[in-house]
């Protein structure tokens, strides 16, 4: 098994997966050769600059 090189490029595939859901945490960190605690310190530094995508008004209406 041959460890994944950290790249720029890696880290944003994997951030942008998980900002929208598309991969789960330990897959993101394996995508780009973190361990589970970095990614999620790098990722918590992404959603500090990146605004959420969706209306929280409009998801939630209708629900009870």
Avoid: D, I
């Amino acid at each position: 098994m041959s460890k994944v090189k950290t790249t720029p490029e890696n880290v944003r595939e994997a951030h942008e997966a998980l900002f929208n859901s598309q991969m789960n945490l330990p897959a993101a960190a394996a995508h780009c050769g973190m361990t589970h605690k970095e990614m999620k310190m790098t990722f918590w530094e992404y959603l500090k600059y990146h605004p959420p995508t969706y209306n929280y008004e409009t998801t939630t209406r209708g629900q009870s």
